[in-house]
């Protein structure tokens, strides 16, 4: 199939690398030139295992390229996908902005347009986002919607880190439509991806990311509190958690149910706000939703209150993405922390080999600025410098990077926030965010 994809950020530039890998035919369309450049010079725009690999092949296999021309990419393919982001307003609603700007582009480029096109909502939306999108083109377009065009929604289920593995091998696909073209082509679309396809209203499927991630978000907080439980009684978290999750006849994931430090991102943030707004709005009362976010910061304050009460200057924080493997800090807990302590006058070192300041774009790149304006000072690829200069390591990502710096660098006081080794033999002091009695020293 011939496709353009709208938004070459984190789903985008995924959808249209493992799109290509799948023997399609992409186009991908941004405003930033930044962007369209580097696809069209067979680079990804964000760093994520395997899509360097997958955007170089389809480039070399001239299976993808890139433009800033809306009319020149709906022409030329017969699906779009809108893959745009969505964040947070101030209030907790969805910015839908670029969601419709898109679908006005797109509507004028179908006015001229005589093959049915199909539009696919990738980007993350509150129910009835579909349908407005399908009235804007009409009106832009002067066509009506199911006879010149039909909307789909199709939300994703990436986890930053795995993105590529979870598109090609998914739980399930999910697809909103009313549509029989509209379905016979997402079959199309997806024949070689695994799992079951479910073919659903398009408000269930808008719906359903809120649902899935507000949950996600839930499970978090929930391990987290118990793990702050069973290290005031002295007892291991995760043994208590391990057994919690071996009931899986409930369709419990042991996947969140791991006590850490809080959760981050662009989506559980987003999403669990967005629900919460939702119900509001509908006047039906959902406490513990309303109250995932308060315990989400208490947990951050707990890992404030864990470093300054060793009582040291300068403090090394060893990962500043929002997870491992990513240079997304956009809602990075990690973040938070940092910008506390600098208000108090500590001496920070920063080290994350995913960050590099200067190709930082977009809401990620203002997202830091306006948290941290001077990171560039503080920020280093030097572990080892890191590691030597400070008094307290602070551990905030799962990097491979770290598994023997207790063997490389004893006699430090090491804080956890990411179990990052689930037993310790160490020489120096080390003090886990919601466990205890795992150091054997």
Known sequence: MKIS????????????????????????????ETKVRQINEGKPTIIEKDIEHLIQQAHENKQLSATKNVEEAVLNSEMSIISVGTPSTKNGHLNLEYIYNVAREIGQAIKKKEEFHI???????????NQKVGEIIEEESGKPRDEAFTVVSNPEFLREGTAVYDYYNPPLTLIGTNHTLGQEKMNELYKKIPGEKVFTDIQVAEIMKYVNNTYHA???????????????????SHKVMEIFCMDKQLNISPYYFKPGFAYGGSCLPKDSKALKTLASELFVSTPVINNIHQSNEIQKENALEIIMSKKKHKIGILGLSFKAGTDDLRNSPIVDVVERLLGKGFALAIYDKHVKLSELTGTNKEYIEAKIPHLQRFITNDLNKVMNESEVIVIANKEEDFAHLLEEYPNKIIIDLVRMWKEVQYNGEYEGLCWGDVNEK
Do not use: Q
């Not at 984190?10 to 035919?25: D, R």
């Open 5 to 32: 994809v709208f938004g070459l950020g984190y789903v985008g530039c995924v959808s249209a690398g493992c799109l290509a890998g799948m023997g399609h035919s992409i186009i991908g369309v941004d405003p930033n």
């Open 119 to 129: 539009i696919t909502i990738r980007s993350t939306v509150l129910p009835g986002t």
């Open 218 to 236: 839930l499970k978090i907080v929930f391990g987290n509190e118990i793990g702050n439980i069973c290290k005031a009684l002295n007892i291991d």
